[in-house]
């Protein structure tokens, strides 16, 4: 495997089940970052990890719970979710420090809730 | 507050044609730039990025013009190639920002016609 992968693709799901998206990255680098893609909106920045710490949690609900045991894995724990948050899930990572630090991007979770 | 704004939101190009897409930002601590494409099915991917101290910035058939004063920056594709069909995101980084915290645009999807 290279780069960064998330598992699963697709997740369908309903308002009161719990599951959890995951994902790795093979880069070596020490951050790593979950967003979120809606149609016709911005890519909404959700947590920042760095170094298994989280550096920033940009207003998420608590129905959203990530989890970083190491710098190459994140999780992001689902429970009790609502229609609205049928989206694009994206996991990121970077090198983080220096002047500039490109992040790179999984494939997504493509994640419906019924 | 959306801190990028984008435009178009969609555009069609024929090919061999030139693709010009907008973004204008407002927080004058931003100082990285950076272009995003994305496929179908794909996560955004790093295409050509700017600081501010340079005007422009020319990758093969991609280049970043960057006006300062006005707060404006464009992507143009020279000679576009309905291979170029994707989403373009713009993004700003904020200065000093360590971790790269990006500001993305609501991205323009892009046809470009045989």
């Known amino acids: 495997e290279t780069g960064v992968t998330q598992t699963p693709r697709h997740l369908v799901m309903g308002m009161t089940n719990k599951k959890s998206l995951k994902c790795e990255q093979h880069?070596?680098?020490?951050?790593m970052y979950w967003y979120k893609q809606s149609a016709k909106k911005p890519l909404e920045l959700m947590f920042v990890y760095n170094f298994k710490e989280q550096t920033e949690n940009n207003s998420v609900p608590s129905r959203f719970s990530p989890e970083c045991p190491n710098s190459s894995h994140l999780f992001l724990h689902l429970h009790t979710l609502q229609p609205e948050d049928s989206a694009l899930y994206l996991c990121a990572s970077s090198q983080g420090g220096g002047a500039v630090n490109e992040q790179f991007f999984g494939p997504g979770t493509r994640l419906t809730v019924l | 507050q959306q801190q990028v704004k984008q435009s178009p939101q969609s555009l069609i190009v024929q090919k061999g044609g030139i693709s010009i897409i907008n973004c204008a930002y407002e927080?004058?601590?931003?100082?990285?730039f950076p272009w995003y494409q994305q496929f179908p099915g794909k996560g955004p991917a790093l295409l050509i990025a700017?600081?501010?101290?340079?005007s422009e910035k020319k990758e093969g058939r991609f280049t970043i013009s960057f006006n300062k004063s006005a707060k404006q920056f464009s992507l143009h594709i020279m000679d576009s190639q309905p291979g170029d069909s994707a989403t373009y995101f713009c993004?700003?980084?904020?200065?000093?920002?360590?971790?790269?915290?990006?500001?993305f645009g609501r991205g323009t999807q892009l046809t470009v016609w045989p």
């Open positions: 993004a700003a980084r904020g200065r000093g920002s360590t971790l790269g915290r990006l500001y």
């Open positions: 700017i600081r501010p101290d340079v």
């Open positions: 880069l070596g680098h020490n951050a």
């Open positions: 927080n004058t601590a931003f100082d990285y």
